[in-house]
Nanobody, 124 residues
């Protein structure tokens, strides 16, 4: 499984960014894909996930501001981030897991595969 993120950058508080993740060598009927972030000196934080049925899960800290979506045809994952805050600054990684059967896909899932990340910096 290969994952490559893009779309990060530096923005001011309140602005928006849309992250993308191209997922390849990944073909499963049942899966969980999502985003986690990690800031220097902080623990990894699950942000949002979506499964093969389109069911989503969000961390409380981003609920109502971030939206996760997927394009199954191109196997691309997105994260629309609105109302960005300085505390959202981190390296954002997209991640994936394949299942043999439908399994829960919570926002805090510990994935087996993830990409190198894209940096998001929000200034006050």
């Amino acid at each position: 499984v290969e994952l490559v993120e893009s779309g990060g950058g530096s923005v001011e508080t309140g602005k928006s960014l849309k992250l993308s993740c191209a997922i390849s060598a990944f073909a499963a009927r049942h899966y969980c894909i999502g985003w986690f972030r990690q800031a220097p000196g902080n623990l990894r934080e699950g942000v949002a996930t979506i499964d093969g049925n389109g069911e989503t899960s969000y961390a409380d800290s981003v609920k109502d501001r971030f939206t996760i979506s997927q394009d199954k045809a191109t196997m691309t994952l997105y994260l629309q981030m609105n109302g960005l805050k300085p505390e959202d600054s981190a390296n954002y990684h997209c991640a994936a897991e394949q299942f043999l059967a439908p399994l829960p896909c919570p926002h805090y899932y510990r994935f087996s595969y993830w990409g190198p990340g894209t940096e998001v910096t929000v200034s006050s």
